[in-house]
């Protein structure tokens, strides 16, 4: 609990609160990145369903990759590095 108090005192959480576009700044960003989270989830999804075999993976390989050193494969497997 004591991060999270860290975080309200914050300048940057007093800008968000107190400023006029502060919230609806952090609001749209969020909304954008779930929506391309959302997209590419969708896009991935039909293509293992069969449904877009037009896609290629070939071609969305290089969203595949994460900082994380998970990468997955074209070939649907999933390697640890």
């Known amino acids: 609990m004591s991060s999270l108090q860290w975080l309200e005192q914050t300048t940057f959480s007093d ?3 107190t400023s006029l576009i502060g919230f609806p700044l952090m609001l749209s960003l969020h909304a954008v990145g779930m929506a391309i989270s959302m997209g590419l989830l969708l896009i991935l999804n039909l293509r293992m369903l069969g449904l877009s075999s037009w896609l290629c993976l070939n071609s969305l390989s290089g969203l595949l990759r994460t900082d994380a050193g ?4 074209t070939d649907g497997l ?4």
């Not at 999933?78 to 590095?81: A, K, R, S």
């Open 15 to 17: 800008w968000v609160l």
């Open 70 to 73: 998970i990468e997955v494969k």
């Open 78 to 81: 999933v390697n640890t590095q």
